[in-house]
Structures are given as C-alpha cells and as structure tokens.
C-alpha cells in the first residue's frame, strides 16, 4: 500500500514538474515572440522614421528646383503616422542648407543637406593686385585695404594706402607713398610708413620715414599670378555663348530691361553694349561683349535678385567705360558684387582697357593684359589689374567678403547635392 502511494505522489510530482517546464517554456517562448515583434516593430519604426526624413529633404529640393529664387522657408507635413519638419536656409556663398526631421512617437531622425550651385571661385586677398605694369596714385588718390604688386608702386605728389604694400621683384621700388601699415619693397624712396619697412639687399632707402623698425632680407620678393586663371575665363565666355548671339550693337538708353546669358557679337565681327541716360539693366547671366561696353549718365547695372550671395560676371574683348555716376550692384545680398573684366591689352591712359570714373561704383575691376584708370572721385571695392593708374580722388575700398567670392552662371545656374548626411 505505501508503495502504491509513494508511486502515486512520484507520478503526481513529475507532472507538476513537466507542468511547470512546460508554462516555462512557454513563458520563455511568449516574451522572445513579444521581444522579437517589439525589435521588429522598432527596427520597421526606425526605418519608416529615416525614410520619412528623406523625403522631406527630397520634397524641399523639388520645391527649390520648381522655384529657384525662393527665400528661406520652413514647413511642416504629416505621412504614414509621423511628422516632417523641413527647414530650407537663403542662398550663402552659393549654397543652401536643407534640414528636415521626422517623428513617429518617440523615434527621431535628421538629415542635413547641403545644396550647392555649380560655380567658380576666386579670391581677392588685396584691396589692389597689379601685375608687371606696377602702378600710379594720384595726388590724394587712396586705397583702403593691402595692396600687392608685381611692378612699382608710384605717386607723382602723395598717394594714400591706409593698410600694407608689398612690391615684388628686384629693381621695383615704392615712391612719395604715405603707408598706413608695414611695407615690403626693394627699394624706398620718399615714403612715409606707420609701420615696419623692409627692403632688399641691393636695393636703397632715400628720405623714408618709418615709424617702425627697418629691416633689409637677401631673398627677393616673389611674384604672384593675378587670381582668375584664362582657363577661368574661357568658361566665362562659353557660358555667355550658351544664351545665343546678339549680332548687332545693343543699347539701353532710358529705358528698363534684362540682358544674359549672351554674348554680343562675334571675334571676327565685334559688336559694342551702351547702357546710358538713366537706363537699368538687370544682369540675369554672364554677359559677353565682343567690342566696348559703355556706361554712363545715371545708367544703372545690377545683379538679377536670384544669383542670392553669389556674383555676376560681365566681360568684355573691348573696352570698357563707365562715367557720370554710373552704378554696378550685385544681387542685393551679401557676398554678391559684379565683376567687369576686359582682355583689352591697352596700355594707353586716353583709351584704357578699363576706364572708371566721375563716381561710378559698386564692382570689382579687373584686367588681365591692360590699364585700369580710376579718375574723378569714383569709387571701386576691388581692383585688379597688369596695370592701375588712380588718378586724384580717387578711391578703392577694399571688402573682407572678397577673400572668397563666388562666381555663378546667373539665377538658372544649374545645382547639385554637396552632402547628405544623418545629423541625429
């Protein structure tokens, strides 16, 4: 009988005991399903959330290729049970900022994207760079930033630059100059200098004041190349053909209009560009003359709104005079000036490459083989020449900005994707 019982409480104990392994097996298998499913449902919800991020950064690049110009924009919209925030910067240094993020529950993601227009670059470190044509100020004439160049740096009477100078090349020298910084030359002769001067073994120092140190360097000062490259400005070139050919002379004489891309003639049969007598003209792509341009009596030129911080170009074959408070703007925004450059060789001070003069304003000047002349009180944010002669009055005030300036093909410039990357 107690065999009976002890058989009978043994096979009660084992199917307590499968029992239990059983509920625990099966405990064990529902929180792993659970588990399973709460990583699955996690891993779906990360995805969802990463691929409703993307689409607010693709939803923002349609909205920009549709509509180029438009300012800095936020907005938000709801899909698939999260929500987008997409936030769209203004155009800085020829580039958009694009950053959206999405939120389902809890799950939050970010990406930035950085959306650039295609462009060139070019970087103006002096308030003026010469080349070998060195240059001429004119009594009272001033630069307010660094000058840098290739040949002499002369004044007939007393000439102004508020910052440094240097002048490269054995035998070149600085001449009846008042420098407001420090100088670097190989010879000195009848300068006034705030600050340091130093000069070239070989060279001479003749009635200087220095109210700094003089020092004296056996190595000679080297040259530098003039910034944009003719690679650069054959591009140019391609860019104003790319809008179709004007063969005949175009003139805006008070009147409004719009002009590029273009280019104005042709090599072989060059055709000139007037903007006069309080004419305005909005620049909408690189312009390029293959004769003259002139502007003058009030006329003013400047940058279509849609190049944003970047800059405009308008080139010229021929010469180029602007006169009787002429104006040259950029595009309204920071960063964005109007660079006028001519190929023009001439070295003459009656028909220079560039002649800018009776207040006109506003640009950046530039020369590749020629004279720039600055007369009668103009004034100029930059200039860079082979040869500058700054005749009385005149005045160059250089701008930081300029240290990196962008160059695009006008408002239709095409855009790419610079980055695009998960910020959080």
């Given at each position: 009988?107690?065999?009976?019982n002890?058989?009978g409480?043994?096979?009660?104990?084992?199917?307590?005991?499968i029992?239990?392994?059983?509920v625990?097996?099966?405990?064990?298998?529902?929180?792993?399903v659970?588990?399973?499913?709460?990583i699955?449902?996690?891993?779906?919800s990360?995805?969802?959330?990463?691929y409703l991020?993307?689409?607010?950064?693709?939803?923002?690049?349609?909205r920009?290729r549709?509509?180029?110009?438009?300012?800095?924009?936020?907005?938000?919209?709801?899909?698939?049970?999260?929500?987008?925030?997409?936030?769209?910067?203004?155009?800085?240094?020829?580039?958009?900022?694009?950053l959206?993020?999405?939120n389902?529950?809890?799950?939050?993601?970010k990406?930035?994207?950085?959306?650039?227009i295609?462009?060139?670059?070019?970087s103006?470190f002096?308030?003026?760079q010469?080349?070998?044509?060195g240059m001429?100020?004119?009594?009272?004439?001033?630069?307010?930033?660094?000058?840098?160049?290739?040949?002499?740096?002369?004044?007939?009477?007393?000439?102004?630059?508020?910052?440094?100078?240097?002048?490269?090349?054995?035998g070149?020298?600085?001449?009846?100059?008042?420098?407001?910084?420090?100088?670097l030359?190989?010879?000195?002769?009848?300068?006034?200098?705030?600050?340091?001067?130093?000069?070239?073994s070989?060279g001479?120092?003749?009635?200087?004041?220095?109210?700094?140190?003089?020092?004296?360097?056996?190595?000679?000062?080297?040259?530098?190349p003039?910034?944009?490259?003719?690679?650069?400005?054959i591009n140019w070139?391609?860019?104003?053909?790319s809008?179709g050919?004007?063969?005949?002379?175009?003139?805006?004489?008070?009147?409004?209009?719009?002009?590029?891309?273009?280019?104005?003639?042709?090599?072989?049969?060059?055709?000139?560009?007037?903007?006069?007598?309080?004419?305005?003209?909005?620049?909408?792509g690189?312009?390029?003359?293959?004769?003259?341009?002139?502007?003058?009596?009030?006329?003013?030129?400047?940058?279509d709104?849609?190049?944003?911080?970047?800059?405009?170009?308008?080139?010229?074959?021929?010469r180029?005079?602007?006169?009787?408070?002429?104006?040259?703007?950029?595009?309204?925004?920071?960063?964005?000036?109007?660079?006028?450059?001519?190929t023009?060789?001439?070295?003459?001070?009656?028909?220079?490459?560039i002649?800018?003069?009776n207040?006109?304003?506003?640009?950046?000047?530039?020369?590749?083989?020629?004279l720039?002349y600055?007369?009668?009180?103009?004034?100029?944010?930059?200039?860079?020449?082979y040869?500058?002669?700054?005749?009385?009055?005149?005045e160059?005030?250089?701008?930081s900005?300029?240290?990196?300036?962008?160059f695009?093909?006008?408002?239709?410039g095409?855009?790419?994707?610079e980055?695009?990357?998960?910020v959080?």
């Amino acid at each position: 009988m107690r065999i009976k019982n002890k058989k009978g409480f043994i096979a009660i104990f084992i199917t307590i005991l499968i029992m239990i392994v059983v509920v625990s097996v099966g405990l064990g298998l529902s929180i792993l399903v659970v588990n399973s499913q709460r990583i699955l449902i996690n891993a779906v919800s990360s995805k969802k959330v990463y691929y409703l991020t993307e689409i607010g950064v693709e939803d923002a690049l349609l909205r920009l290729r549709q509509n180029p110009q438009m300012t800095s924009f936020s907005y938000a919209f709801n899909l698939e049970g999260g929500t987008v925030n997409v936030g769209i910067s203004d155009v800085l240094g020829g580039s958009r900022t694009i950053l959206s993020s999405a939120n389902i529950g809890s799950r939050i993601k970010k990406i930035k994207a950085v959306y650039t227009i295609l462009s060139s670059e070019a970087s103006f470190f002096y308030g003026v760079q010469v080349g070998e044509g060195g240059m001429e100020i004119g009594n009272n004439a001033r630069v307010k930033g660094n000058v840098f160049s290739n040949g002499t740096i002369s004044s007939s009477n007393k000439g102004y630059i508020d910052n440094n100078v240097v002048v490269a090349n054995n035998g070149n020298k600085i001449k009846n100059l008042e420098i407001g910084g420090d100088a670097l030359s190989y010879s000195c002769e009848n300068c006034k200098i705030t600050g340091d001067l130093t000069y070239v073994s070989g060279g001479t120092i003749s009635g200087c004041i220095v109210s700094g140190s003089t020092f004296v360097r056996t190595e000679k000062i080297n040259p530098e190349p003039l910034p944009i490259p003719e690679s650069q400005i054959i591009n140019w070139k391609q860019e104003g053909l790319s809008g179709g050919v004007i063969n005949n002379n175009v003139v805006y004489n008070s009147v409004t209009g719009s002009l590029g891309p273009v280019q104005i003639g042709t090599p072989s049969a060059p055709k000139n560009l007037e903007i006069t007598n309080n004419a305005r003209v909005k620049i909408t792509g690189t312009v390029y003359v293959t004769g003259n341009i002139i502007i003058s009596n009030n006329a003013v030129l400047e940058l279509d709104s849609g190049y944003g911080s970047t800059s405009g170009v308008i080139l010229a074959d021929g010469r180029i005079t602007l006169k009787n408070n002429a104006i040259l703007r950029g595009s309204g925004h920071p960063g964005s000036y109007v660079l006028i450059l001519s190929t023009n060789p001439s070295l003459d001070p009656s028909y220079p490459a560039i002649l800018v003069g009776n207040n006109a304003q506003g640009a950046i000047f530039y020369t590749t083989s020629g004279l720039i002349y600055l007369s009668n009180n103009m004034k100029a944010r930059e200039v860079t020449g082979y040869k500058i002669k700054i005749n009385n009055n005149a005045e160059v005030e250089y701008e930081s900005g300029l240290q990196n300036v962008y160059f695009s093909s006008g408002p239709g410039g095409s855009w790419t994707i610079e980055s695009w990357k998960v910020v959080e």
